[in-house]
């Protein structure tokens, strides 16, 4: 912790022990200060230290320590899981390597528009959720449907916040009819959302078709964003 001046300093007040980033010729500002938080993120160095492919990690973490759904034996479905910290957290705890010899072996499968780099444990596919058929293929791969959906995804931002909001809920909303299909009974649905006023229509749906709908800000969740997460468990089937 930093200590506060002494002697004839008065005045001058605590040092700054962040780390600061220098503005590059070229860079935006917005960029400079996205580097500069993300160089001062707790969650960021310990990432890096646990071996997490992202932050991110840490909210499905938190999340899955509060409302246990990845248990082992579980049968997981990840939408857009480039980079793939869900997936690193989630091989150990639905047993996908059977380590845990006594336990049910689970499995995973993760999906994005572009290549993934291997996770040991899950298995990965390039595939567009929203093809007419990929429901199908996704079940196919699992050998059955699904005990959990869970998605991290956010659309690409244009820089308008209603229009970056809307987008997202549209996301999110289209992940859940995909759950819908590929879930079984009594399954979970994990998504992101964005709080600002579109979310009502997502959470009567939901609470149509599961038995109990909450959402959540996950510690690892930083305060100044509007994200936060919608945990639906019991599908209705």
């Not at 809920?169 to 995909?178: D, I, K, N, S």
Request: glycine share 10%; charged share 25%; proline share 4%.
């Amino acid at each position: 912790m930093a200590k506060k001046p002494t002697g004839n300093n008065s005045g001058r007040g605590q040092r700054d022990l962040r780390t600061k980033v220098k503005t590059a010729k070229g860079r935006k500002l917005s960029s400079t200060l996205w580097l500069e938080r993300q160089l001062n993120d707790p969650y960021v160095k310990k990432a890096q230290t646990d071996g997490y492919r992202g932050r991110a990690a840490y909210k499905i973490l938190e999340l899955d320590d509060k409302f246990r759904f990845l248990v082992p034996g579980a049968r997981v479905v990840d939408l857009g899981c480039a980079p793939g910290g869900w997936l690193q957290v989630a091989v150990p705890r639905i047993n996908a390597l059977g380590t845990r010899t006594s336990k049910p072996v689970g499995r995973i499968i993760g999906i994005d528009l572009q290549v993934v780099d291997p996770v040991a444990g899950a298995e990965l596919h390039v595939l567009d959720f929203m093809e007419d058929d990929a429901d199908l293929k996704v079940k196919t791969w699992l050998g059955g449907k699904a005990d959990v959906v869970m998605s991290d995804m956010a659309a690409a931002s244009c820089g308008h916040k209603q229009t970056d909001h809307l987008r997202i809920m549209a996301l999110c909303e289209t992940a859940a009819w995909f759950a819908f299909d590929v879930l079984e009974q009594g399954g979970t649905f994990v998504a992101k959302v964005l709080a600002g006023g579109a979310e009502g229509d997502l959470q009567k749906l939901l609470k149509e078709k599961f038995t109990k709908v909450m959402h959540v800000k996950p510690p690892a969740s930083r305060s100044t964003s509007s994200e936060k997460f919608v945990i639906a468990t019991g599908f209705r089937g």
